[in-house]
C-alpha cells in the first residue's frame, strides 16, 4: 500500500507565501516524477510543475519565478515554495506521483494522488 499526502496549506494574504509538502509512504521500491497540480473552484485541474528523480523541473508559465518546486529523496518528499500569492491561485493543491512498488511479486509503476490541500488567497 502506497499513501501519498499534501499538507501546508492554508489561508494566506495576497502576496504572501506558503510552502506546500507531499509525502509519499509505504511499500516503495523507487518514486520518479513528482508533480503539483491545482484546480480552482469550476475549473479543470491544471499541471503547475514536475519534478523528475533526477532533479529536472517544469513550471507552468504563469507561476515562472514566484514557485519553486524540491525534492528530499530521502525523505520521499517534495515541496512547492509559493510566493507572491495572488487572489485567482486560490484552489485546492494536489499532488501526484509515479511509485515503483512490488506486489505480489512482481514490480509495478503506479501513478498515486493525494487527496489535496485548499489554499485561500485573500485579504
Known amino acids: 500500500q502506497v499513501q501519498v499526502q499534501e499538507s501546508g496549506g492554508g489561508l494566506v494574504q495576497p502576496g504572501g507565501s506558503l510552502r506546500l509538502s507531499c509525502a509519499a509512504s509505504?511499500?516503495?521500491?523507487?518514486?520518479?516524477?513528482m508533480r503539483w497540480y491545482r484546480q480552482a473552484p469550476g475549473q479543470q485541474r491544471e499541471l503547475i510543475a514536475t519534478?523528475?528523480?533526477?532533479?529536472?523541473?517544469y513550471y507552468l508559465d504563469a507561476i515562472k519565478g514566484r514557485f519553486t518546486i524540491s525534492r528530499d529523496n530521502a525523505k520521499n518528499t517534495i515541496y512547492l515554495q509559493m510566493n507572491n500569492l495572488k487572489p485567482e491561485e486560490t484552489a485546492v493543491y494536489y499532488c501526484?506521483?509515479?511509485?515503483?512498488?512490488?506486489?505480489?511479486?512482481?514490480?509495478?509503476?503506479?501513478?498515486?494522488w493525494g487527496q489535496g490541500t485548499q489554499v485561500t488567497v485573500s485579504s
Open positions: 509505504g511499500s516503495i521500491i523507487n518514486i520518479y516524477t
Open positions: 519534478i523528475t528523480d533526477g532533479g529536472d523541473t
Open positions: 501526484n506521483a509515479d511509485i515503483q512498488t512490488r506486489i505480489d511479486g512482481s514490480s509495478t509503476v503506479n501513478r498515486y
